[in-house]
């Protein structure tokens, strides 16, 4: 995952500066193999934490904003959600 490092840190401040309750996503630490079906399994969870959240916090760093989190971001936006971007904190 790009930025994992990263969205570890942010979540960490967010939590522990912010008070921000943060759901965070899975990490496959040991860089093992990802079938199709855990694909669809793990975008399918992505999707239920965005419809039980307030609001999604995008880490953008550089701009950056692959194709899986630019759907989640429509998905999210399509159902009321407060989009904070990373790139806009100070």
């Not at 630490?29 to 855990?38: A, G, K, S, T």
């Not at 793990?42 to 904003?65: M, W």
């Amino acid at each position: 995952m790009k930025f994992a490092e990263e969205m570890k840190q942010i979540s960490w401040k967010l939590e522990a500066e912010k008070g921000v309750a943060v759901i965070q996503c899975v990490y496959n630490e040991q860089n093992e193999p990802i079938p199709e079906e855990v694909q669809k399994r793990l975008a399918a969870a992505h999707y239920k934490k965005i419809d039980i959240c307030d609001a999604v916090y995008i880490v953008d760093i550089d701009g950056y904003i692959g194709t899986s989190v630019a759907n989640e971001i429509s998905y999210a936006s399509a159902n009321g959600k407060e989009l904070i971007f990373h790139s806009k904190q100070s």
